[in-house]
């Protein structure tokens, strides 16, 4: 099963969507399999957010992503990062498609609600960014088949 990294952006919890975004991740069938609260730091990211660092909008990014806590979740399911990442939305949430995360409750590119892992080599990474071995809980799936036919994958 592939696994990808959400971080519900500061601007999420401070507007009282956790639960809201959460629950719609749980509705489509993926998998909760990591999930704790944090304050980012420069340092972080300054990894996470490498590929971005020339732009001009970065020092703000940056800001808006230590204004408060994030929640990081991993969420696991067969094309978790594809299906996870078409649910987010275009990164302008004014232009992301109502009926995704950021088009129902977004109205901007930097406060754009949840980052998603673009890929599943960038997922890795960025999990293993986030998240220790024993930060993982395994437990059972009772609906599996309800979920998925035996030879889906
Ligand atoms: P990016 O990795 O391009 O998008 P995504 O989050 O959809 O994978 O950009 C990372 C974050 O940078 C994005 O979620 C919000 C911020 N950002 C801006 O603030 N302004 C912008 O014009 C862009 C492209 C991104």
Not at 64 to 75: D, Q, S
């Amino acid at each position: 099963m592939e696994r990808t990294l959400v971080i519900l952006k500061p601007g999420t919890l401070q507007r009282g969507l956790v639960g809201e975004v959460i629950s719609r991740f749980e509705k489509k069938g993926l998998k909760l399999v990591a999930m704790k609260m944090k304050q980012l730091t420069p340092e972080i990211l300054d990894e996470h957010y490498a590929h971005l660092k020339d732009k001009p909008f970065f020092p703000w990014l940056k800001a808006g992503m230590m204004a408060a806590p994030v929640i990081l979740c991993c969420w696991e399911g067969f094309e978790a990062v594809r299906t996870v990442r078409e649910m987010a939305g275009a990164t302008n949430a004014r232009k992301a498609v109502p009926g995704t995360i950021r088009g129902d409750y977004g109205m901007s590119s930097q406060e754009n609600i949840v980052h998603t892992s673009d890929s599943p080599e960038n997922a890795k990474i960025e999990l293993d960014r986030f998240f220790s071995p024993g930060d993982y809980c395994e437990y059972p799936s009772p609906l599996q088949q309800y979920l998925y036919a035996p030879d889906e994958k």
